[in-house]
């Protein structure tokens, strides 16, 4: 599967972040990193297409699952 390096840094933070509920600004931090302004449907939109990516069924995901609040 292509990944663009966003993607694929999202993907790795993810990984090595396995079982924890992660928030937007942990994401945004760890992989924008500081002094990037991005907005948190910018991370939703990147989370999504990843999800299409890597997920069997997108719409019911099992690998990445959004907590709410």
Known sequence: MELSPKEFA???FF???S???LTRDQILNAVWGYGVFV???SIDRFVTVLRKKIELDPR??????TVPR
């Open 60 to 65: 019911n995901p099992v690998l990445l699952q």
């Open 10 to 12: 999202l993907l790795e």
């Open 39 to 41: 907005t948190p449907r």
């Open 15 to 17: 990984i090595t972040h």
């Open 19 to 21: 079982g924890r509920a």
